[in-house]
């Protein structure tokens, strides 16, 4: 049975590196990884998406490892705004979607 | 680009009647859209999956007949929470998916999300 699992929370402070793991132990090939962020009473919002390797855009980085059973976001040097819930979404080939539970991320001062 | 829309963004109404909420892609054409439920705290729960002119297909335990939903055109999609109750009141959020984005495969891009509140 696919499942995503992330960590529920996660402290750190301002100007700190962030990484965030997402655990995906069913994935294949060609299924994909996508992070979200989440602010109260809104929708997410896209982040950044990969199969492989690493995936880098000017707010984030993913990280995946070859043998891909897992993932990381990294996001480098957080600031207060960057509290959040973050999601790790998992697209699977069979056009199975599935989320995880969310990370609550806060960023303190 | 890819802006989703949600309205109404807020709405309270009594036990009984339904609510009509609409999703549209702004400025892309979405062949599928999703709608989701969220309870406070809690993570995403995907409601139905919608491809444009056929019938949305339902997670299982959601109500077809109490979820009504429509993909009418490639740019909106509407979700109508018939003889709704308070159990019903939650945050309902769309998402569709642009074919074409930067090489990146099927990112769902999110509306504001409407919040629902049944008296």
């Known amino acids: 049975l696919a499942k995503t699992t992330q960590p529920i929370s996660m402290d750190s402070y301002e100007g700190q590196e962030v990484n965030i793991t997402c655990s995906h132990n069913n994935i294949a090939t060609n299924d994909y990884i996508t992070w979200y962020q989440q602010f109260p009473s809104q929708g997410p919002r896209f982040i950044i998406q990969?199969?492989?390797?690493?995936v880098t855009n000017e707010v984030a980085s993913l990280f995946i490892p070859a043998d891909r059973k897992s993932s990381t976001l990294s996001l480098p040097r957080v600031s207060l705004s960057d509290t959040a819930v973050y999601y790790c979404?998992?697209?699977?080939?069979?056009?199975?979607?599935?989320w995880g539970a969310g990370t609550k991320l806060i960023i303190k001062p | 680009g890819a802006v989703v829309s949600q309205h109404p963004s807020r709405v309270i109404c009594k036990s009984g009647t339904s609510v009509k909420i609409e999703c549209r892609s702004l400025?892309?054409?979405?062949?599928?859209m999703f709608w989701y439920r969220q309870f406070p705290k809690q993570s995403l729960m995907l409601m139905a999956t919608?491809?444009?002119?056929?019938?949305?297909?339902?997670e299982q335990g959601v109500e077809k007949d109490k979820f009504l939903i429509n993909h009418a055109s490639l740019t909106l999609s509407t979700l109508t929470v018939t003889s709704a109750h308070p159990e019903d009141s939650s945050f309902y959020i769309c998402?569709?998916?642009?074919?074409?984005?930067?090489?990146?495969?099927?990112?769902?891009?999110f509306g504001p999300g409407t919040r629902l509140l049944v008296l």
């Open positions: 998402s569709a998916t642009s074919p074409v984005s930067g090489g990146v495969k099927e990112t769902q891009y």
């Open positions: 979404l998992v697209g699977y080939s069979n056009y199975q979607l599935i």
């Open positions: 990969g199969y492989k390797t690493k």
């Open positions: 400025d892309f054409q979405a062949t599928t």
């Open positions: 919608s491809n444009e002119g056929s019938k949305a297909t339902y």
